[in-house]
Nanobody, 115 residues
């Protein structure tokens, strides 16, 4: 079992920045890819960014150049630095971790971009 706890969400003005964190605990040695997804009201959950255990990354087209995913394996934590935030980035952001057998999710953290 893997437990994921997100933090760092909140209210920010358009153009502002936020940094999300996700701390993993439990069977962390089995974790491979970690990522961030988001779900806006009335929409499906979508991939924002993900990172492998060796640091390879990929991003949704909508966040390329604005968001950066990183990972500290020593702290079992994955981060999402979000810059130049837009109203359309408003959503609940979920951390995810994949093991060879399961996919785990955090509880989600709300990000609201509004003036």
């Amino acid at each position: 079992q893997v437990q994921l706890v997100e933090s760092g969400g909140g209210l920010v003005q358009p153009g502002g920045s936020l940094r999300l964190s996700c701390a993993a605990s439990g069977s962390i040695g089995s974790i491979g890819v970690m990522g961030w997804y988001r779900q806006a009201p009335g929409k499906q959950r979508e991939l924002v960014a993900r990172i492998t255990s060796t640091g390879s990354t990929n991003y949704a087209d909508s966040v390329k150049g604005r968001f950066t995913i990183s990972r500290d394996n020593a702290k079992n934590t994955v981060y999402l630095q979000m810059n130049s935030l837009k109203a359309e980035d408003t959503a609940v952001y979920y951390c995810n971790a994949d093991t060879p057998f399961s996919r785990y999710w955090g509880q989600g953290t709300q990000v609201t971009v509004s003036s």
